[in-house]
């Protein structure tokens, strides 16, 4: 099992990134997903789970309407499209799942299986 994340970079505020994660080993749309980040001197943090048992989605306060988690079951990738970008999203953020977990737990505990992480950098 595998995750490969990429699409992090350097950003304006105000701008937008979408970050993709993509599976090899197993069929990512069976199971749920989460993104996950962590900024310097910080914990890492949950930032948005898509649920398998019922298909619905979380998100930290802080990212709600400006993030949407998703997936493409045909490219076995997960995605995380990120508006209105600000400074405070500067992070490396980090894709996660694990094939046998379909609950609605959005914490770093339920997953076993994490992506390299990517770094997202926003600029004022």
């Known amino acids: 099992v595998q995750l490969q994340a990429s ?3 350097l950003v304006q505020a105000g701008g937008s990134l979408r970050l993709s994660c993509t ?8 199971n749920t997903i989460g993104w996950f980040r962590q900024a310097p001197g910080k914990d890492r943090e949950r930032v948005s789970c898509l649920y ?4 619905t989605t979380f998100y930290t306060d802080s990212v709600k309407g400006r993030f949407t988690i998703s997936i493409d079951n045909t490219k076995n990738t997960m995605y995380l499209q990120m508006n ?17 977990y379909v609950g609605r737990y959005c914490r770093s505990e339920a997953f076993d ?12």
């Open 52 to 55: 398998k048992m019922d298909n």
């Open 84 to 100: 209105d970008l600000n400074v405070e999203d500067t992070a490396v953020y980090y894709c996660a799942t694990d094939p046998l």
């Open 7 to 9: 699409g992090g970079g």
């Open 113 to 124: 299986y994490w992506g390299q992480g990517t770094q997202v950098t926003v600029s004022s």
């Open 23 to 30: 599976a090899s080993g197993f069929t990512l749309g069976y």
